[in-house]
């Protein structure tokens, strides 16, 4: 493998908890429940689309939401925290990898991030408006940037992106500090299950 794309939100930054106060800041405008600490072991035990089902989320419904939600937490993201042990870790990649970023948030939102890390070691930011839709916006960027799918694995912390790289035939790593729990993870059977940075160093640094 020579190049190393990874999701932002649960990968890379711990987001959650600012996700989850502005979904409630929102909630009541889009007729869902709040979400309470006693309810996050379930949320990540759940898949995004068996949430969907669950409190009946179209497709269109669930883009509104995350637009809204991503327009009144953006000035914060630049804050977010990496999860411990991921920048060194990228520093330590980048002196033997090719590392790209793919994921639903915003470019600007990332970049600002990255920014005020000082952090300089992606050769792109590739950004997926639909949630669902990561599969063909990986298509595009494989397109623009001339790569080669066998030399690519990706990082993510969710079903779908498992999801979204079988479907196009690329190696996928799901980490385990993010939303989804492990075991549901597991379940998926992505080529790498990582519980720490350490183990990505191991097996790839």
Excluded at 64 to 84: C, D, G, M, R, S
Excluded at 101 to 107: G, M, R
Excluded at 144 to 157: M, P, Q, V, W
């Amino acid at each position: 493998m020579q190049t190393l794309i990874f999701d932002f939100d649960g990968t890379l930054v711990d987001s959650m908890a600012l996700y989850v106060a502005g979904f409630n800041q929102v909630a009541q405008d889009f007729k869902l429940p709040f979400i309470q600490k006693t309810d996050l072991q379930m949320l990540k035990q759940t898949s995004a689309k068996e949430l969907m089902l669950t409190y009946k989320i179209s497709p269109f419904k669930l883009a509104k939401i995350f637009y809204t939600v991503n327009k009144n937490i953006h000035q914060e993201i630049a804050n977010l925290p990496f999860f411990p042990g991921v920048k060194p870790l990228l520093l330590q990649l980048a002196q033997k990898y090719r590392l790209g970023i793919l994921t639903s948030n915003y470019a600007e939102n990332i970049k600002a991030f990255l920014n005020k890390q000082s952090l300089e070691v992606f050769d792109y930011i590739y950004c997926s408006k639909n949630l669902f839709g990561k599969d063909q916006t990986f298509l595009q960027l494989i397109k623009k940037y001339k790569l080669n799918k066998a030399d690519i694995l990706y990082f993510g912390d969710e079903v779908r992106d498992i999801e979204a790289c079988r479907k196009i035939g690329i190696k996928v790593a799901a980490v385990t500090w993010g939303f989804d729990d492990k075991n549901l993870l597991a379940s998926k059977k992505p080529d790498f299950l990582f519980s720490s940075p350490d183990e990505i160093f191991r097996q790839l640094a």
